[in-house]
T-cell receptor, first 113, second 112 residues
């Protein structure tokens, strides 16, 4: 059972294009959702939290669909510096325990000049 | 960014050695975490501490021993490791367990 599932890619996208990733999660009790970015051999860095109403930060838009249990990330006007692995992260706390963050395996994005 | 620091950044150790990894967070957070990331694998949660109490141990072998002396510091004591333990060990902290986590730069461990 894969708790958080992402298409590993790689997605090869020309500079300036729009690209979208989806991520599905299995635990309907999940409470918070995030997108992280991880560059090669570096630590993951928070890109944005994902709110029920959807949220936008510059060229990045994140959306949550609780009914279908997926979250999405849209990148507009992609830059070469957007090349990275994008991690879908879901947080669930079950009674009496701490599941913590569950990370997807990540989607590898390559922006080509 | 110096919110979460880790030392050392690189470590090579033999299977009979004992070493410790150190993590320090300067963000006033209440929860701290250890993760392992092996090559081409997703992050694996190892330990969770909340308010200095260990709340989760994800079936980690006893050769890994965490210590959280206060809310700002977290250690991972290593002894008699195996070559398959070679990986990037990441520390993270968060305000609360449901909140976003901030990661340190990691310690790249090689066991020979």
């Amino acid at each position: 059972r894969k708790e958080v599932e992402q298409d590993p890619g790689p997605f090869n996208v020309p500079e300036g294009a729009t690209v979208a990733f989806n991520c599905t999660y299995s635990n309907s009790a999940s409470q918070s959702f995030f997108w992280y970015r991880q560059d090669c051999r570096k630590e993951p860095k928070l890109l944005m939290s994902v709110y029920s109403s959807g949220n936008e930060d510059g060229r990045f838009t994140a959306q949550l669909n609780r009914a279908s249990q997926y979250i999405s990330l849209l990148i507009r006007d992609s830059k070469l510096s957007d090349s990275a692995t994008y991690l879908c992260v879901v947080n669930s706390l079950s009674g009496g325990g701490a599941d913590g963050l569950t990370f997807g395996k990540g989607t590898h994005l390559i922006i080509q000049p | 960014e110096t919110g979460v620091t880790q030392t050392p950044r690189h470590l090579v150790m033999g299977m009979t050695n004992k070493k410790s990894l150190k993590c320090e967070q300067h963000l006033g957070h209440n929860a701290m975490y250890w993760y392992k990331q092996s090559a081409k694998k997703p992050l694996e949660l190892m330990f969770v501490y909340s308010l200095e109490e260990r709340v989760e141990n994800n079936s980690v072998p006893s050769r890994f021993s965490p210590e959280c002396p206060n809310s700002s510091h977290l250690f991972l004591h290593l002894h008699t490791l195996q070559p398959e333990d070679s990986a990037l060990y990441l520390c993270a902290s968060s305000q609360d367990r449901l909140f976003e986590q901030y990661f340190g730069p990691g310690t790249r461990l090689t066991v020979t």
